[in-house]
Nanobody, 125 residues
Framework: QVQLVESGGGLVQAGGSLRLSCAAS????????MGWFRQAPGKEREFVAS????????YYADSVKGRFTISRDNAKNTMSLQMNSLKPEDTGVYYC??????????????????WGQGTQVTVSS
C-alpha cells in the first residue's frame, strides 16, 4: 500500500509562485510513475504533469507548459510541482498520484493506482 500526502497549497496573487510537495510512503517509491492532477470547481479532474521513475522524462499539459516544473527525489520519497506565473485559471484542488507502471505519458486517471487527498490552490486576480 502507498500513502500520498500533498502540501504547499495556499492563496497567491496572479503572477505569483507556489511549490507543491507530495510525500510518499512505500519502499519502492523510486519505481512508481508519478503525476499531478487538478480539479477546478465544477469541472472534471485534469492532468497537469507526470514524471517517470528516473526523473528524466516529464510531460505537461499544454496549459501549464513553460510555467510548471515537476520533479522528484527518490532518496526522500518526495515529488514536487513548482508553479510559476500562476493564473486564476490554475485555481483548484491539486492531487498527487502514483502508478505502478508507466503507460504512454500517464495522462489518464485510470493509469494511476494511488491518490493523495489533495491540496487547495487559489490564485486571485
Amino acid at each position: 500500500q502507498v500513502q500520498l500526502v500533498e502540501s504547499g497549497g495556499g492563496l497567491v496573487q496572479a503572477g505569483g509562485s507556489l511549490r507543491l510537495s507530495c510525500a510518499a510512503s512505500g519502499r519502492t517509491f523510486s519505481t512508481y510513475a508519478m503525476g499531478w492532477f487538478r480539479q477546478a470547481p465544477g469541472k472534471e479532474r485534469e492532468f497537469v504533469a507526470s514524471i517517470r521513475w528516473t526523473g528524466g522524462t516529464t510531460y505537461y499539459a499544454d496549459s501549464v507548459k513553460g510555467r510548471f516544473t515537476i520533479s522528484r527525489d527518490n532518496a526522500k520519497n518526495t515529488m514536487s510541482l513548482q508553479m510559476n506565473s500562476l493564473k486564476p485559471e490554475d485555481t483548484g484542488v491539486y492531487y498527487c498520484a502514483a502508478g505502478l507502471r508507466w503507460y504512454g505519458m500517464m495522462l489518464r486517471e485510470n493509469e494511476y493506482n494511488y491518490w493523495g487527498q489533495g491540496t487547495q490552490v487559489t490564485v486571485s486576480s
